[in-house]
């Protein structure tokens, strides 16, 4: 079992920069590929990005450039740097594991990022 705890949203001006944290527990971090998903009111959740149990990474081609998506397993956290935010990047914001031998996924809770114009 894997509990998820997203921080770091907030509402920030249209070019600057937020960092997410999604704090882990319950289980061994490391075997866990991890991502960070977002979701619009009445819309399916989507990618942003995601990073394998080995570290490589994947990004939505809206983000790419912009966004980092990085993971300290010592600290059990997984970390998206958002930069140069635009408003179209407003959503609420999700951290996202999977078991890389059972697959089984967890979430969080979210955070909302709001990019002002």
């Known amino acids: 079992q894997v509990q998820l705890v997203e921080s770091g949203g907030g509402l920030v001006q249209a070019g600057g920069s937020l960092r997410l944290s999604c704090a882990a527990s319950g289980s061994i971090f490391s075997i866990y590929a991890l991502g960070w998903y977002r979701q619009a009111p009445g819309k399916e959740r989507v990618l942003v990005a995601t990073?394998?149990?080995?570290?490589?990474?994947n990004y939505a081609d809206s983000v790419k450039g912009r966004f980092t998506i990085s993971r300290d397993n010592a600290k059990n956290t997984v970390y998206l740097q958002m930069n140069s935010l635009k408003p179209e990047d407003t959503d609420a914001y999700y951290c996202?594991?999977?078991?890389?031998?059972?697959?089984?996924?967890?979430w969080g809770l979210g955070t909302q990022v709001t990019v002002s114009s």
């Open positions: 990073i394998s149990s080995g570290g490589s990474t």
């Open positions: 996202h594991a999977k078991h890389v031998l059972t697959l089984r996924e967890y």
